[in-house]
């Protein structure tokens, strides 16, 4: 069956309905650099090559797994007998089946935080040992043979492997934290309250005072609720959704960039400028100039 997949503009995005499905690829020489509206999780399963986003230059080899939220730009060189599996996840399937992942201290990091700690710009990596990449390719595999499946009867399915390779891999990042605090921590209903907020309405001029008062909470502790649920405060989180936004709506539709930046919460285009290119390595501008091509 064919590659659930098409390329719009520069766009990646999954065309047949299907939550999730996994494949595995082949490349010699140079993948160009392109982006895609879903989280992708690249495997490398022999070969090498140079990974290159806007966190820079990483060396590929068997092993290397590389995680990129939506609208994360990125691109392979070098390949040389390159083979991985890309696993993508479509952001409904996250917002709706699997929104209780945010609550579990590991997945919660793997799939929303991590991506974005540490100056990151939506790119987490970690490293499989030969005995995890065997398990996490298994889980691959038993998706990629979905492939050809009815999504309507096997939807089960698909989500079932997927949590899977997920609950594997997650356990391979490192979250910084210890094991005690990563076993026993969960996410504030609070946090969650908030972020249901923000998300349901991008534009409006949120303030940390107005998100505090909302769950009658001051805004210092909602700030700590917050950091130690998401790893972010929840200003920050919120910048976080709204670049991510933008990006789609920048390759999807055909709107000015100021009319995006409004429809995102950033009304002051200078604001929004900087925010995009800190996030993106690029302007909104050759952003969209570059993947629309």
Known sequence: MATPLKLSR????????????????????????????????????????????????????????????????????????????????????????????????????????????????????????????????????????????????????????????????????????DEAAADCSVTHPTVMRVVGMVEGDLAHDWTLAELAGAVALSPAYLVRLFKSATGLPPMAYLGRLRVETAADLLLRTDEPVTSIARAVGWPDQSHFARRFKAYFGLSATTYRNRFRT
Request: aromatic share 8%; proline share 3%; hydrophobic share 35%.
């Open 10 to 177: 520069g766009l990646l995005f999954i065309t047949d309905g299907s939550p999730a499905y996994a494949r595995r690829y082949t490349h010699q020489g140079v993948e160009p650099v392109h982006t895609h509206s879903f989280v992708e999780i690249a495997v490398v399963v022999a070969g090498t090559a140079v990974h290159l986003s806007s966190s820079g230059r990483q060396e590929l080899r068997a092993g290397d797994v590389v995680l990129l939220r939506p609208g994360v730009w990125h691109g392979y060189e070098d390949c040389a007998r390159l083979a991985l599996y890309n696993c993508c996840i479509g952001t409904d399937l996250l917002r709706n089946e699997l929104s209780w992942t945010r609550k579990d201290p590991r997945l919660g990091y793997l799939l929303w935080t991590g991506p974005h700690s540490l100056q990151r710009r939506g790119l987490l990596t970690t490293h499989l040992d030969e005995v995890d990449l065997r398990t996490c390719v298994g889980y691959l595999e038993a998706l990629d043979r979905l492939r050809d499946r009815s999504i309507q009867q096997h939807r089960a399915d698909v989500i079932g492997w997927l949590s899977l390779f997920l609950g594997h891999l997650s356990r391979t990042v490192d979250t910084g934290q």
